[in-house]
């Protein structure tokens, strides 16, 4: 398949522009219930799931993800998805803590619990309060750990997340629970669970009277709000994070009597704003 040529750039919100594309040879190229479906002319908008679709006959508009060459084989051909939240969101998969906790003795009456609070996030980029909460034991050297969510507004479901350290009584390194697992479900089915690994492999108990415990890395990031996208010239599809800055997504393609070609389209934006009037 071959990059097709556009003959002109717009930019709008998500939910309200529509480009208006007749190529002027050749055909695009939809699917539609698994079915092939060439389209001479297409009315492209964002659909529910983030799918470019032609919105008068439901097919998807087919294209292939990244920056294209001339030529795009056929196995890169797929339907374009368009980010609708958060661009560049990846979800909190590892977590790692370091520091110290105090060494307890026989005469010790102080009990001690300590909480340190850090933020995850998920697929989307959305971002979630968890508190690692740390508990000592009626065994010295031994701490008991848990995760809590935060309560506000409606809490996840907290999945595994327990376990004990144990250190050793001379070089207070620690010896057992080195690792764990903890994980999130929402109430909401829609939203993906968030499963994490947890690392405390740094821990160590010490003489002190505070816990010094604290994150050293997770990973995961909130991204960047979309807040429209674009269709160049040159068949691009991109992305608008606000600030001037723009990232491509992926390549309309056409094909003309089963062979890809490179055409020009005329294109012409439509917005729900006023109707499918102007402009």
Same mark, same amino acid.
């Given at each position: ?42 009315? +492209? ?32 051909? #797929? ?14 998969? @590892?977590?790692?803590?370091? *520091? ?11 009990? @001690? ?6 933020? +995850? ?13 740390? +508990?000592?034991?009626?065994?010295? $050297? ?82 960047? *709000? ?11 599809? #991109? ?7 723009? $990232? ?8 003309? @009597? ?11 934006? $439509? ?9």
């Amino acid at each position: 398949m071959s990059v097709p040529e556009f003959a002109l750039t717009t930019q709008g919100a998500l939910g309200l522009l529509r480009f208006e594309i007749t190529p002027a040879d050749g055909v695009l190229l939809g699917v539609k219930d698994d079915q092939a479906l060439p389209l001479r002319k297409a009315l +492209v908008g964002v659909g529910p799931d983030g799918i470019l679709m032609d919105l008068l006959s439901g097919a998807q508009i087919l294209g292939c993800y990244g920056e294209a060459d001339a030529d795009v084989t056929p196995e890169r051909i #797929s339907p374009l998805r368009v980010p609708t939240g958060r661009f560049g969101a990846e979800a909190t998969t @590892h977590i790692e803590f370091f *520091g110290s906790l105090p060494t307890r003795t026989l005469t010790t009456t102080r009990f @001690h619990m300590f909480e340190h609070v850090f933020k +995850v996030f998920d697929h989307e980029g959305t971002m979630s309060t968890l508190a690692l909460m740390i +508990v000592e034991h009626s065994q010295l $050297r031994t701490w008991s750990y848990f995760f809590a969510a935060d309560r506000n507004p409606i809490p996840p479901k907290v999945l595994g997340g327990k376990g004990q350290w144990v250190f050793d009584a001379t070089t207070g390194e620690l010896i057992a629970g080195h690792s764990g697992k903890v994980g999130l479900l929402w109430a909401d089915v829609d939203r993906p669970a968030l499963g994490m690994t947890v690392d405390f492999t740094s821990l160590r108990e010490q003489d002190q009277e505070h816990s010094e415990v604290r994150l050293r890395f997770a990973d995961g990031r909130a991204g960047k *709000g979309v807040q429209g996208y674009n269709i160049t010239p040159g068949g691009q599809v #991109s992305v608008s994070l606000g600030g001037g800055v723009e $990232r491509v997504i992926g390549q309309i393609v056409t094909a003309n @009597h089963g062979v890809a070609t490179i055409s020009p389209l005329h294109v012409a934006p $439509r917005s729900l704003s006023h109707g499918l009037g102007l402009r």
